[in-house]
């Protein structure tokens, strides 16, 4: 990652480390985030269940601990062995989260310095962003990046992943980014298909390193308007329905943009381009 990051805020600690990070609204939802889940369990549970003692941290939970029980439960469907770490950056809602507690599951106080022992193989950071500036983003996906477990070429492993993004208040849409510890990989544009009028409604759901770059002369603008064309001609497959178009779209845009995944996960009403396709320019 070439841009150049902006300084992040220190929070006071008890511990050692400083806690990195502000204090945001925290709002949450049950079931916000299953879509960004099964992504996750779908691309990255190899990963998962390669490592022995896989951690994944769900950074920034928020005011209720729903997304990381969840994100446990939902891990744990493809990789047995997972164990997931919420992080919050406030106090009082990591003591209302310790009740909820379990095997596999804990909570802990800490912010983008993400504290765990090790490297964890995941770490999720959902609405965590939006309350930043764009200036502040690089410096946060350099942290966090660098706190994943490293690419083993040895077994093939590409090493830990950092999916930061932003999803409406029920989770019908969304739109986030896929790291490595090499930086940046991919966006994934996910969204109940019945809820959506144009593929650019998604544009409000971007997260915060592309939302101010949706303007004319910006790739993700062009992306966005190469979607809503593909939408528009793809009409005709309405008739089957909504998911029927949603392919006969993507297959079109795929043809212009690299695409990176299938008609299987086409059909959940998502879809995944290379991140530098979309990257702002500058």
């Known amino acids: 990652m070439t841009v150049r990051a902006a300084a992040l805020p220190r ?3 008890s511990g050692r480390t400083p806690v990195v990070g502000t204090v945001t609204r925290g709002t949450t939802n049950p079931n916000r985030l ?14 998962l269940r390669r490592a022995e003692h896989p951690v994944t941290v769900d950074l920034g939970y928020g ?5 990381a029980v969840e994100l446990l439960h939902r891990l744990r469907s493809v990789a047995p062995r997972t164990h997931v770490v919420g992080v919050e950056i406030e106090p009082a809602r990591v003591a209302a989260a310790r009740p909820y507690e379990r095997e596999g599951l804990v909570f802990r106080h800490g912010g983008f310095e993400v504290p765990v022992p090790g490297r964890p193989l995941l770490v999720r950071a959902a609405n965590v962003l939006r309350q930043y ?8 996906w350099q942290r966090l990046c660098a706190r994943l477990a490293p690419a083993d070429p040895a077994t093939g492993s590409r090493g830990g992943l950092l999916v930061e993004g932003t999803c409406d208040e029920i989770g019908r849409r969304h739109v986030w980014v896929a790291l490595g510890p090499e930086g940046p990989r991919t966006v994934t544009f996910a969204t109940r298909l019945g809820s959506l009028e144009r593929p650019s409604d998604l544009a409000e759901r971007l997260p915060k390193a592309l939302i101010h770059r949706n303007v004319p002369g910006e790739p993700v603008h062009a992306f966005l308007r190469d979607f809503d064309r593909a939408w528009a001609a793809a009409a005709p497959y309405a008739s089957y329905g909504a998911r029927q178009r949603w392919i006969r779209a993507v297959r079109d ?3 212009h943009w690299p695409v990176t995944d299938g008609p299987v996960r086409w059909r959940q009403g998502e879809v995944t381009v290379r991140w530098e396709a979309l990257a702002p320019r500058g």
């Not at 299953?34 to 990963?47: F, K, N, P, S, T």
């Not at 005011?63 to 997304?67: D, G, S």
């Not at 500036?133 to 946060?140: I, P």
């Open 34 to 47: 299953r879509r960004m889940d099964r992504w996750i369990a779908a691309v990255h549970g190899a990963e």
């Open 63 to 67: 005011a209720a601990p729903w997304t």
């Open 11 to 13: 929070l006071p600690s």
């Open 253 to 255: 845009l795929a043809a």
């Open 133 to 140: 500036d764009e200036a502040e983003v690089a410096a946060v």
